[in-house]
């Protein structure tokens, strides 16, 4: 069964590095069919690699290359989450909770992707399904140095809670947010009068701020 959208394919040529190209087509496939429902030989193949155990060569496991994976997407926000940073110190704005989340979340609706969001979003929800660290803002991968330093602010910002439950609020948001990215085009199909993504997406971060920084209930 080919589970891959051929246009991603096409975006996967030869132009391409070639880990470059099994990273973009494992995230389609990891995204549509489950990071352990998907075979390292079909990823190869799909991505155009003679041989089949290129994956395992260059990743060394499917662990490795989920960890690529999410590290290559988090590398190409970098940039964008700094100039957002320096913004914010500038305005004096470096406590304020929507500012942050906003850092957190607003870039990656930058990110290049052939099949719209979809692609990353499914992925990166599958990815945080299997993430068990209590450590607020610990989802794996290399260090990022300006998403860190984000997540410093932001658990300063949250200091009356609790490590596991800033960590827990904190993943809770991110599917929130992916629930949003997954139907961004559906938006472009809209009727009069319904709402722009952009209203949606505002609201949905709105949402967000509410549900991270409530404070916590006493029993």
């Keep these: 069964m080919n589970s891959t959208p051929p246009s991603l394919i096409e975006q996967a040529n030869p132009e391409i590095d070639g880990k ?30 003679g041989n089949h155990f290129a994956v395992q060569y260059h990743f060394g496991s499917r662990e490795g290359l989920v960890e690529a994976i999410f590290d290559y997407r988090m590398e190409q926000m970098e940039p964008v989450r700094a100039a957002m940073l320096a913004d914010a110190e500038a305005k004096g704005r470096l406590t304020d909770a929507r500012t942050l989340l906003d850092m957190v979340y607003l870039p990656q609706l930058e990110l ?32 990022h140095p300006v998403l860190g330093r984000i997540f410093e602010l932001l658990r300063a910002r949250l200091s009356y809670l609790p490590e ?26 809209r009727e009069e009068g319904e709402e722009s993504f952009e209203d949606a997406l505002h609201d949905t971060i709105d949402q967000i701020v509410g549900a991270v920084c409530a404070p916590l209930r006493l029993t």
């Design 164 to 189: 596991d439950v800033a960590q827990r609020r904190l993943v809770t948001a991110s599917f929130m947010f992916l629930a949003i990215l997954v139907r961004y085009e559906t938006f472009q199909v």
């Design 112 to 143: 290049p992707d052939g099949e719209g969001h979809g692609s990353y979003a499914g992925f990166l929800n599958q990815y945080l399904m299997r993430s068990r660290s209590h450590r607020f803002g610990d989802f794996g991968g290399a260090p």
């Design 20 to 49: 470059v190209r099994m990273i973009l087509v494992a995230e389609a496939l990891f995204a549509a069919g489950g990071i352990n429902g998907v075979s390292m030989r079909e990823i190869a193949s799909k991505a155009g690699q």
